[in-house]
């Protein structure tokens, strides 16, 4: 993702999150990246329909160097924005505790996809909850660092 410094990016408007967010940032990772028991990373993604930076904060999986990310929405019968965003732009930012890096996103394949769904199912078993109740195939989304 190019990314100017000075361009602003527009956190979510979930005020929750955006709370989350600030005290994310604020600290440097210190506070915010445990969310109630949960490793959470700061996401970056450029909107698909308007170009401006996007960010969230999400529970996060590691599978070596390779970081991991569930396209759940609750189990809604949408996908989450975010998820929308980085299918259109795969460069994304991320931040995990103070570690700051851009990174590539893509949606899991089928094969892939079976061992690192147990992983995040046991990080934050709910998934398993929401994939249940959607009408949709939740996707899992693998973020690799560009170096």
């Known amino acids: 993702m ?4 000075d361009e602003e990016i527009f956190d979510s408007t979930t005020e929750w999150v955006a709370k989350h ?6 600290t440097d990772g210190k506070e915010g990246h445990l ?10 993604t450029r909107g698909r329909k308007s ?12 599978d070596d160097d390779r970081y991991l990310l569930v396209a759940s929405n609750g189990g809604s019968p ?11 732009h795969p460069d994304v ?16 394949d089928a094969a892939e996809k079976q061992p690192l769904w ?5 990080i934050f078993p709910l998934y398993e909850s929401y994939q249940a109740k ?9 973020m690799e660092r560009l170096r």
């Open 2 to 5: 190019t990314r100017h410094e």
């Open 21 to 26: 967010i600030r005290r994310y940032v604020e």
């Open 35 to 44: 969310y109630q028991g949960w490793p959470t990373l700061l996401l970056s």
């Open 51 to 62: 170009g401006k930076l996007r960010r969230t904060a999400l529970i996060y999986g590691q």
């Open 78 to 88: 949408q996908h989450p924005a975010w998820y929308l965003n980085l299918a259109a």
């Open 93 to 108: 930012v991320v931040q995990v505790g103070p570690d700051r890096f851009a990174a590539r996103a893509r949606a899991a």
């Open 118 to 122: 147990r992983l995040m199912t046991s």
């Open 134 to 142: 959607a009408d949709r195939d939740i996707p899992l989304v693998i």
